[in-house]
C-alpha cells in the first residue's frame, strides 16, 4: 500500500488508513459468516462475503482511477479503470438488497443473522460512496463541479439499473461485455412493456433515488473528511 497501483509515489497517508479499516471490518465480517458456518453447519451466509467481494472491486478501480489521474496516466487507462468502475459499481449497493434473506436463513439467531446482513450493507455503501466520490473528485478538477456532480448523479442513476438487472434479471457486472445483447434485450422489453415489469422497476427506481439521496447526505456530512484523503 506503500507505493500504491505503481508508479512510484507513495499514496496519501489517510487513504491508506481508510483502506485498512475497510479491510479490517470486511476481514471481521468474514470471521463473523465463517463462525455462523461452523456453528450452523450451512453454508446460506456466505453470500455476504461474495457480495462484499464485489463489492470491493468498483472500489479498487476507483482508487487506481484516482492514483492514475494523479500521476498523469494515459486517457486510455483512466477511461478503461472509469469503465472497469461503472460496470461494477452496482454491486456495491447491491448488498444492501441482502435484507430480503432476514429470516429466510436456516438455523443460527436472527439477531445475529441481522447484525451480518447490516454490517455488510454499510460496507458495501462504504465501498461504493468513497469510490464515487474518487472519481467525482477526478472529473471535477479537470472539468469542473457541475461535470463532477453530473457523472455523480448518472452513475447513482445507473446503480439503480444495475441493481435491477442483477437482482431482478440476475444478470452479473461482467456479462455487460461477454453477453451485451441479451443485457440490451432485456432493458429493451422493460422500456417497451414496462407494466409488464412494474414491480421491479419500481423498486430498483425507489433504490436509486434513495442511493441518490444516501450520496448527498454521505457527501455533506463527510466532506472535510473525504477533502483530506487527497493529502500528501
Known sequence: MVDAFGGGRPASRRRVVLVEMLLGASALL?????????????LEATNLVWNLFLAWVPFLFALAFYDGARRGAS?????????????????????????KWLGAYNGGSPAYDAILIAVAAVLGLALGFVSIYL??????????????????WAALVL?????????FQRWNSWEVLTEPTKIAGNLLQALVDPLAHARPIAL???FAILWCAGYAAFYSTFRAQLERLSDR
Do not use: E, H, K, M
Open 204 to 206: 430498483s427506481t425507489a
Open 75 to 99: 486517457r486510455g487507462a483512466l477511461v478503461a479503470l472509469a469503465v472497469g468502475w461503472l460496470l461494477f459499481l452496482p454491486n456495491a449497493p447491491y448488498i444492501v438488497t441482502d435484507v
Open 159 to 167: 446503480s439503480g439499473v444495475g441493481v435491477y438487472l442483477g437482482r
Open 30 to 42: 468474514a470471521v463473523g459468516v465463517a463462525a455462523r458456518v461452523l456453528v450452523v453447519r450451512n
Open 135 to 152: 472519481v467525482q473528485t477526478v472529473v471535477a478538477a479537470r472539468y469542473g463541479r457541475p461535470a463532477g456532480w453530473a457523472l455523480a
